[in-house]
């Protein structure tokens, strides 16, 4: 079961902007634990996007940024591509009954 | 370069217990830090994590499936297994292996397997 709430979807046209809410507790994000995104194309695994709440790995483009602030985390794609259509995941730690790492409910992003 | 591969049976019957093996290479986890965890996902479904073993041979699981989990390292190998025992039809998912470089709790999932599809039905 996912802890961390994220929109079923979210849409856009090619070179718009468009941004992925992370919505988590006092036990996990709100606690101070990093948020960290991933990007799962269509039947592939999913790929580091985003590490330690704003980071991101070598090769991402810097289309793609992050943000958090008090229980919640954004992640933001700037310029939209056909090639961002996926469905993007939020996770952080958890120290509640919950269990420790945690995911989001996902989002799909459609480029109209 | 880190690799990891998952194996394992692709179909198993309903209260059989499910093992997976993740295989990996580019890193030792015996390194301070190095974690290989277990992440499913349901078809169509969302990501859910399992069980993390870290390099001091910790390990934490899921609280709603710790009693069905078991996860042990083989260092010597490069291998992580995972036991999951009284498999359902609700089980049914692609299990991924991945590292967690950082510590429990620290680090992001930086390499994923490309995952194993495990279906469970009689």
């Known amino acids: 079961q996912s802890v961390l709430t994220q929109p079923p979807s979210v849409s856009g046209a090619p070179g718009q902007r468009v941004t992925i809410s992370c919505t988590g507790t006092s036990s996990n994000i709100g606690a101070g634990y990093d948020v960290h995104w991933y990007q799962q194309l269509p039947g592939t695994a999913p790929k580091l996007l985003i590490y330690g709440n704003s980071n991101r790995p070598s090769g991402v483009p810097d289309r793609f940024s992050g943000s958090k602030s008090g229980t919640s985390a954004s992640l933001a794609i700037t310029g939209l591509q056909a090639e961002d259509e996926a469905d993007y995941y939020c996770?952080?730690?958890?120290?509640?009954?919950?269990?420790?790492?945690?995911f989001g409910t996902g989002t799909k992003v459609t480029v109209l | 370069q880190v690799t990891l591969r998952e194996s394992g049976p692709a179909l198993v019957k309903p209260t059989q217990t499910l093992t997976l093996t993740c295989t990996f290479s580019?890193?030792?986890?015996?390194?301070?830090?190095?974690?290989v965890s277990w992440i499913r996902q349901p078809p169509g479904k969302a990501l859910e994590w399992l069980a993390v073993i870290d390099w001091d041979d910790d390990k934490y699981y899921s609280t709603s499936l710790k009693t069905r989990l078991t996860i042990s390292k083989d260092t010597s190998k490069n291998q992580v297994v995972l036991t999951m025992t009284k498999m359902d039809p609700v089980d049914t998912a692609t299990y991924y292996c991945?590292?967690?470089?950082?510590?429990?709790?620290?680090?992001?999932?930086?390499?994923w397997g490309q995952g194993s599809l495990v279906t469970v039905s009689s």
């Open positions: 580019g890193f030792s986890l015996s390194t301070s830090g190095m974690c």
């Open positions: 991945a590292r967690i470089y950082g510590g429990v709790g620290s680090g992001p999932v930086d390499y």
């Open positions: 996770q952080s730690y958890d120290t509640s009954l919950s269990g420790r790492y945690v």
